[in-house]
Nanobody, 119 residues
Framework: VQLVESGGGLVQPGGSLRLSCAASGFTFSTYAMRWYRQAPGKERELVATITSAGGSTSYADSVKGRFTIFRDSAKNTVNLQMNSLKSEDTAVYYC?????????????WGQGTQVTVSS
Protein backbone atom coordinates (compact mmCIF):
# COMPACT_ATOMS: atom_id res chain seq x y z
CA VAL A 1 0.00 0.00 0.00
CA GLN A 2 1.22 3.46 -0.85
CA LEU A 3 -0.51 6.74 -0.09
CA VAL A 4 1.06 9.98 -1.32
CA GLU A 5 -0.44 13.33 -0.36
CA SER A 6 0.09 16.59 -2.20
CA GLY A 7 -1.38 20.06 -2.42
CA GLY A 8 -0.52 21.56 0.93
CA GLY A 9 0.95 25.01 1.37
CA LEU A 10 0.58 28.46 2.86
CA VAL A 11 -2.75 30.21 2.38
CA GLN A 12 -4.37 33.30 3.87
CA PRO A 13 -7.45 33.03 6.08
CA GLY A 14 -10.54 32.70 3.93
CA GLY A 15 -8.59 31.07 1.13
CA SER A 16 -8.84 27.62 -0.43
CA LEU A 17 -6.65 24.61 -1.02
CA ARG A 18 -7.22 21.21 -2.59
CA LEU A 19 -5.34 18.24 -1.19
CA SER A 20 -4.91 15.07 -3.17
CA CYS A 21 -3.91 11.55 -2.13
CA ALA A 22 -2.66 9.14 -4.77
CA ALA A 23 -3.31 5.55 -3.71
CA SER A 24 -1.74 2.36 -4.99
CA GLY A 25 -1.10 -1.23 -3.96
CA PHE A 26 -4.68 -2.16 -3.20
CA THR A 27 -8.09 -2.24 -4.87
CA PHE A 28 -8.95 1.41 -4.34
CA SER A 29 -12.60 1.18 -5.33
CA THR A 30 -13.46 -1.29 -2.57
CA TYR A 31 -12.31 0.74 0.45
CA ALA A 32 -13.53 3.76 2.33
CA MET A 33 -10.91 6.48 2.62
CA ARG A 34 -10.25 9.13 5.25
CA TRP A 35 -8.43 12.38 5.80
CA TYR A 36 -6.96 13.13 9.22
CA ARG A 37 -5.01 16.10 10.50
CA GLN A 38 -2.64 16.78 13.34
CA ALA A 39 -1.85 20.22 14.66
CA PRO A 40 1.25 20.91 16.78
CA GLY A 41 0.77 19.63 20.31
CA LYS A 42 -2.57 18.02 19.51
CA GLU A 43 -3.76 14.52 18.78
CA ARG A 44 -4.48 13.39 15.27
CA GLU A 45 -8.15 13.94 14.45
CA LEU A 46 -10.47 12.57 11.80
CA VAL A 47 -11.50 15.27 9.33
CA ALA A 48 -13.52 13.50 6.64
CA THR A 49 -14.55 10.04 5.43
CA ILE A 50 -15.85 8.82 2.08
CA THR A 51 -17.32 5.39 1.41
CA SER A 52 -15.90 3.01 -1.17
CA ALA A 53 -18.33 4.02 -3.91
CA GLY A 54 -18.29 7.66 -2.88
CA GLY A 55 -21.98 7.70 -2.14
CA SER A 56 -21.65 8.80 1.45
CA THR A 57 -19.41 11.27 3.24
CA SER A 58 -19.01 12.48 6.79
CA TYR A 59 -17.13 15.36 8.37
CA ALA A 60 -15.85 16.64 11.67
CA ASP A 61 -18.09 19.38 13.00
CA SER A 62 -15.22 21.85 12.79
CA VAL A 63 -15.00 21.55 8.98
CA LYS A 64 -18.59 20.80 8.02
CA GLY A 65 -19.81 23.12 5.28
CA ARG A 66 -16.26 24.22 4.39
CA PHE A 67 -14.49 21.00 3.36
CA THR A 68 -15.53 18.46 0.73
CA ILE A 69 -14.06 14.99 0.32
CA PHE A 70 -14.39 13.27 -3.04
CA ARG A 71 -12.72 10.44 -4.90
CA ASP A 72 -11.76 9.67 -8.47
CA SER A 73 -11.68 5.92 -8.98
CA ALA A 74 -10.29 6.29 -12.50
CA LYS A 75 -7.19 7.99 -11.07
CA ASN A 76 -7.16 6.23 -7.67
CA THR A 77 -7.16 9.52 -5.82
CA VAL A 78 -9.05 10.86 -2.84
CA ASN A 79 -9.20 14.62 -2.54
CA LEU A 80 -10.07 17.21 0.06
CA GLN A 81 -11.34 20.57 -1.12
CA MET A 82 -10.88 23.08 1.68
CA ASN A 83 -12.63 26.44 1.50
CA SER A 84 -12.96 29.34 3.91
CA LEU A 85 -9.82 28.24 5.67
CA LYS A 86 -9.16 29.38 9.22
CA SER A 87 -5.98 29.60 11.24
CA GLU A 88 -7.17 26.65 13.30
CA ASP A 89 -7.07 24.49 10.16
CA THR A 90 -3.29 24.70 10.27
CA ALA A 91 -1.99 21.14 10.58
CA VAL A 92 -0.33 18.28 8.79
CA TYR A 93 -2.99 16.47 6.78
CA TYR A 94 -2.82 12.71 6.29
CA CYS A 95 -4.57 10.33 3.96
CA UNK A 96 -5.67 7.09 5.62
CA UNK A 97 -6.73 3.60 4.62
CA UNK A 98 -8.13 1.09 7.10
CA UNK A 99 -8.05 -2.47 5.93
CA UNK A 100 -9.20 -5.53 7.86
CA UNK A 101 -7.46 -8.82 7.14
CA UNK A 102 -8.50 -11.92 9.08
CA UNK A 103 -10.17 -9.81 11.84
CA UNK A 104 -7.13 -7.55 12.32
CA UNK A 105 -7.54 -3.94 11.25
CA UNK A 106 -4.48 -2.20 9.80
CA UNK A 107 -4.03 1.54 9.37
CA UNK A 108 -1.99 2.86 6.45
CA TRP A 109 -0.83 6.46 6.30
CA GLY A 110 0.75 8.76 3.82
CA GLN A 111 3.69 11.00 4.69
CA GLY A 112 1.42 13.98 5.26
CA THR A 113 1.20 17.42 3.70
CA GLN A 114 1.52 20.66 5.64
CA VAL A 115 -1.29 23.20 5.51
CA THR A 116 -0.58 26.59 7.05
CA VAL A 117 -3.30 29.22 7.25
CA SER A 118 -1.81 32.59 8.10
CA SER A 119 -1.83 36.18 6.99
Amino acid sequence: VQLVESGGGLVQPGGSLRLSCAASGFTFSTYAMRWYRQAPGKERELVATITSAGGSTSYADSVKGRFTIFRDSAKNTVNLQMNSLKSEDTAVYYCNLQRTLRTITYDYWGQGTQVTVSS
